[in-house]
């Protein structure tokens, strides 16, 4: 019989043990008898109720089993109540104070009829006991304030025994201290069902019992020896170990956890204390009532206990003895340092989690005030081709590879985490960093897993604390800003935060913040650089942004260029130097209808808006024919989506647009782009030929790619033409047009325009 089974026949057998005596008691004479019948006709409700929730293996036959306990308590206090004023000969006249008492339980009753809807004061979660679930409660804020009404309650019961036993004579006193005493115990009982959570309540048992020893000591009342016996029996179906002892420290009874936790025969109790001792010290038998938390064992054999002793004295307030019970929470102790250490460590990896790791920094940079410390930030490279080419498992366990590469040789200074997916964080002090170390480590940092072998390439951010004040989270943004200035990626492998980099920050922030002004205040403005036909004539122009800041000066574009590349406002620049350069060509529409402007367009401004839609509205708005506005694309805009590209494109020159290939030869695709790329103009950069553009080689490719774009019809327009005699090459391999410094850096509009007049 399982002890489901066991506990269900014994509840059911109290259960009807219950109904027999409130029939007796119903039907006896004595004044007592209809508040005994009452309070026992009360436990039957959360006794049937506690039936229903070990016996029921569905959760709904559980939670009504719930519904009766829970509300049937409510009547057993109140009973309990009214049994305690009658049997302590009590007479309580205010009215008031009696209705005000049983709204509160009418209301206590309500709110559970309200829990359906809205699970505030209770809810159960299945586990499983001997292979079959147990429905165990999970209460909430009603069911708390439910306990507390309760136990107040039943605080003021156990108050009026102790004063009506402390002010009778000691003949009639055991009357009073018997049932104080089984209420004691079913109490402490209860409260250590509800904080050990075992399954298989069997708490609802000591009030039954409770209920059944105040009916025969009302009734039928019996010497304190059988009392004795009653209460011990009681005592023994606690899962707590007990210990009781006389007033010389005597061990005169323990319970079956008891001798079990102390390895005692059961027969005889005198080496409990020895037991103890040896177990918790000698101070556990202190001359005073106590609570403690013992912890015994090392490592993964460790227990933890809460020992809690409590004295007891007789009419004269002498020592009388003490009984001391022993509960392991090892189990608990265990759950809670799990849920602590998921809270803080990573599932993954093991490390801190990113939260928990700053925390930790923290404490050691103020703590260890004498120690410089390095913020470093890990940063694993390509990670996402792992997982792609050889599958998320393999990078999980390539990640707990470089976390134990991380964690491996390091002394307790140190600290360690994950900050994200590919990212890990360490605090190391200056001294340990060992530069050349590290870097042949992360040289040859290999992955393998038997099967699959890989070299993972992962770069370090170096950040040097010098203000131990700073926000952790800001020391990890200057380490990771440290791996900015890595070049070459596979040479170099760690970078420091100077103050450089810092510089270049606050220069950034510094121009972004003012380019909605510059914007506004023409500063920023284009510069035109003259393109020029075979014979020399201007024909038309490139507009380049330039910023003529009011304090900075004249900004070159590698000064700000980039940052806006970066941060995604290269848009709004891009769309200023549209509309300037549809403003100019408007101006011009009556002056130099021939010449034509090049706009540039930045990859990331496909992403934010409909080029072919913007550009178009602006020649619309400015009435200038689209093929003097120019649209010049480099090769990189074409290596992603490539046929998205071609569709925007194949749009732009529908409108009548001219499209021009900016950069060509500058990437590693362009022949096979090209066959399929709807352009009008390729621009040739003669940079890309490097010092030999005189060589007989760089001759024979310059004059096949003009050869080429000749036969696929597309005009072809070398930039970066610096001197005459590099003109005259151009001119004899029958190129058609030209741009460089030999024949005019960019320069404002009005200075373009004096030019154009020579």
């Known amino acids: 019989m399982s002890i489901r089974d066991r506990f269900t026949v014994l509840y059911i057998v109290v259960f009807l043990a219950l109904g027999v005596c409130a029939v007796i008691a119903a039907r006896s004479r004595k004044p007592i008898g209809k508040s005994l019948a009452l309070f026992l006709s009360a436990l039957m409700p959360p006794l049937f109720g506690h039936i229903l929730i070990i016996g029921s293996y ?5 939670k009504v089993g719930y519904y009766f306990y829970f509300i049937g308590m409510d009547l057993v206090i ?20 009696r209705n005000a008492v049983n709204a509160v339980f009418v209301l206590d009753i309500l709110q559970y ?30 069911q708390t304030m439910h306990r507390l009404l309760d136990y107040v309650c039943l605080a003021a019961v156990i108050i009026i025994f102790i004063f009506r036993s402390l002010r009778t004579t000691r003949v009639y006193s055991e009357k009073y201290w018997v049932i104080l005493a089984s209420l004691l115990v079913s109490t402490v009982w209860q409260t250590s069902y509800i904080f050990s959570r075992m399954p298989v309540d069997r708490s ?5 019992l409770t209920g059944l020893l105040i009916f025969y000591f009302s009734l039928y009342y019996r010497p304190m020896k059988l009392l004795d016996r009653l209460l011990a029996n009681i005592a023994s179906e606690m899962p707590d170990a007990m210990f009781f002892f006389d007033v010389n420290d005597k061990c005169i009874w323990a319970n079956a956890p008891g001798i079990e936790l102390t390895g ?14 040896e177990m918790f010290g000698s101070s556990y038998r202190r001359t005073d009532a106590w609570n403690s938390r013992r912890i015994l064992g090392e490592n993964d054999e460790r227990k933890y206990y809460i020992l809690d002793n409590h004295f007891v004295t007789d009419d004269c307030n002498r020592p009388a003895g003490s009984f001391l019970s022993v509960r392991d929470v090892t189990d608990e102790q265990l759950s809670l340092q799990r849920e602590i250490y998921s809270a803080t460590h990573d599932k993954l990896t093991g490390l801190y989690t990113r939260e928990y790791l700053y925390k930790r920094i923290a404490e050691a940079i103020h703590t260890n005030a004498d120690t410089e410390y390095n913020v470093i930030f890990v940063d694993v490279k390509n990670f996402k081709i792992v997982n792609d080419i050889f599958s ?21 200074k140190c600290m360690y985490g994950r900050l994200a997916g590919d990212t890990f964080g360490m605090l190391v002090p200056v001294e340990e960093f060992d530069h050349e170390q590290i870097e042949e480590d992360l040289t040859k940092f290999v992955v393998s897993d038997g099967s699959v072998e890989y070299h993972i390439l992962i770069h370090l951010g ?9 926000e952790v989270s800001v020391m990890f943004d200057r380490a990771h800003l440290a791996l900015s200035t890595i070049k070459d990626e596979y040479k170099t492998h760690i970078a420091y935060y100077d103050d450089k980099i810092r510089d270049k920050v606050l220069w950034d922030q510094h121009i972004t913040s003012q380019l909605s002004e510059a914007i506004s205040t023409m500063q920023l403005r284009p510069y035109l650089q003259p393109i020029v036909d075979s014979g020399g004539g201007i024909v038309g122009a490139e507009a380049l942004a330039r910023w003529v800041h009011p304090t900075d000066g004249f900004l070159s574009p590698g000064l700000f260029i980039p940052v806006f590349e970066k941060n995604g406002m290269i848009v709004e620049v891009d769309k200023h130097m549209w509309r300037c350069s549809c403003e100019i060509l408007s101006r011009w529409e009556k002056t130099r209808p021939e010449l034509f402007i090049s706009v540039n367009i930045s990859p990331k401004d496909f992403y934010f808006m409909d080029v072919v839609e913007e550009i178009s509205s602006l ?7 689209p093929s003097r506005l120019r649209i010049e694309i480099t090769e990189t805009v074409m290596m992603n989506d490539s046929d998205d590209r071609v569709e925007i494109l194949n749009r732009f020159r529908e409108r009548g647009f001219i499209v021009e290939m900016d950069d060509f030869g500058s990437g590693y695709s362009s022949l096979n782009l090209l066959k399929d790329m709807p352009v009008d103009v390729l621009k040739i950069d003669m940079k890309f030929l490097g010092r030999s553009e005189n060589g007989t080689k760089a001759q024979t490719i310059l004059r096949n790619i003009l050869n080429l774009s000749s036969d696929l019809g597309i005009a072809s327009l070398t930039e970066g033409v610096e001197t005459p005699e590099q003109y005259k090459m151009l001119a004899e391999m029958h190129c058609k047009l030209f741009q460089g410094y030999y024949f005019s850096k960019p320069v404002p509009v009005e200075d373009f325009e004096k030019i154009y007049l020579k």
Request: net charge negative; proline share 6%; with cysteine.
């Open 462 to 470: 170096v950040y040097r604390i010098p203000d131990r004040d700073l």
């Open 113 to 142: 009829a309200f829990n359906p809807f809205f699970s505030q004061a209770f809810d159960i979660e299945p586990i499983f006991v001997e292979g079959h679930p147990y429905y165990r409660l999970v209460p909430f804020f009603g």
């Open 619 to 625: 020649t619309t708005q400015y009435g200038v024919a």
């Open 58 to 62: 569905t959760p709904t036959v559980a």
């Open 264 to 277: 005692i025969d059961g027969t005889s109790f005198d080496d409990a204390p020895v037991k103890l001792a």
């Open 78 to 97: 109140l009973s309990l109540l009214r049994f305690t004023l009658e049997y302590c000969s009590i007479v309580w006249t205010d009215r008031r104070g």
């Open 392 to 412: 998320s498992k393999f990078g999980d366990y390539a990640l707990q590879c470089i976390a134990e590469w991380i964690s491996r040789d390091l002394s307790k």
């Open 204 to 208: 609802m048992l000591a009030m039954a």
